[in-house]
């Protein structure tokens, strides 16, 4: 079965029990995740979120350069008091270069790319350093916010706080 | 129990009964979702995801515009052939404009955000056949990639298909 359907088919099984429409739309733990992409990482069941409770935010390497939009939609707009952000062992981000990645998309794609930051990095803990300090040091933000960074290993299941 | 040691004691739940360390890094379902960061809509849940099927990309609003590096590392270097763009009902993009939350970044934060848009929309279905149509045209996705698009029914849990 195409994966489309299988989602679809997923949903219906889902929607067919479901007990939760009448949930209010600012998250009631009032906390934004800002974690990777990746498909290893399920933010919900590693944290015990429950639907309502978090603003989940996903890119690629959990980067908060790119999810400021967001994040400030969440903080001002919803009310969120604390960022958590969730980058992890073994990711693709630590893999290639954005020289690497401005060729490829020149060469598989025949297109140009070179204007884009892919945001990777060499340094786990120090991603999720730059990226806290990224987020206190935006005038975006304000100061009031907690902001908290942790590494997930993809063997153990276990977080990791960065200091 | 502040939020962040709530989420450190239910990780160590998680930990304690983990089996899933030996998961390879590219989505075996070879897909990428996107969705927004709505805290009532947990895609594992909604699709019936397990660790290691899928991308999860979550951003507010689910924009594709904002996706846009999340989805060339997606594609081009881990392989994923499908992208599934998940708007939902209620959604807070629905409920502001770019100069009400510039107004209130200037009075609340006594910041200029004035160089973001923040991708707002006013109806629901066109927001995500945009985001299809951006992405359909962007050389930056290749058109062998499958794009579909839906809206998520937080009421009822349910999955609509945009045409």
Same mark, same amino acid.
């Given at each position: 079965m195409?994966?489309?359907d299988e989602?679809?088919?997923?949903?219906?099984?889902?929607?067919?029990?479901?007990?939760?429409?009448?949930? #209010?739309? #600012?998250?009631?733990?009032?906390?934004?995740?800002?974690?990777?992409?990746?498909?290893?990482?399920? #933010?919900?069941?590693?944290? @015990?979120?429950?639907?309502?409770?978090?603003?989940?935010?996903?890119?690629?390497?959990?980067?908060?350069?790119?999810?400021?939009?967001?994040?400030?939609?969440?903080?001002?707009?919803? @009310?969120?008091?604390?960022?958590?952000?969730?980058?992890?062992?073994?990711? @693709?981000?630590?893999?290639?270069?954005?020289?690497?990645?401005?060729?490829?998309?020149?060469?598989?794609?025949?297109?140009?790319?070179?204007?884009?930051?892919?945001?990777?990095?060499?340094?786990?803990?120090?991603?999720?350093?730059?990226?806290?300090?990224?987020?206190?040091?935006?005038?975006?933000?304000?100061?009031?916010?907690?902001?908290?960074?942790?590494?997930?290993?993809?063997?153990?299941?276990?977080?990791?706080?960065?200091?």
């Amino acid at each position: 079965m195409p994966v489309v359907d299988e989602f679809i088919k997923a949903n219906s099984t889902y929607a067919s029990d479901f007990h939760k429409g009448g949930l #209010p739309l #600012p998250p009631a733990r009032k906390v934004a995740v800002l974690a990777c992409m990746d498909a290893r990482l399920d #933010p919900a069941k590693i944290l @015990g979120l429950e639907e309502g409770d978090a603003h989940v935010i996903r890119n690629a390497g959990g980067r908060a350069t790119d999810a400021l939009r967001s994040l400030v939609i969440s903080e001002l707009l919803l @009310g969120t008091q604390t960022i958590v952000i969730i980058h992890h062992t073994d990711c @693709g981000m630590l893999t290639f270069s954005d020289e690497d990645i401005h060729k490829k998309v020149r060469q598989e794609l025949h297109a140009d790319a070179d204007h884009i930051s892919f945001l990777p990095f060499t340094d786990l803990e120090q991603s999720v350093r730059d990226d806290i300090a990224y987020l206190k040091a935006t005038r975006l933000i304000p100061d009031s916010i907690e902001i908290r960074g942790f590494i997930y290993d993809v063997k153990t299941g276990r977080l990791n706080e960065v200091q």
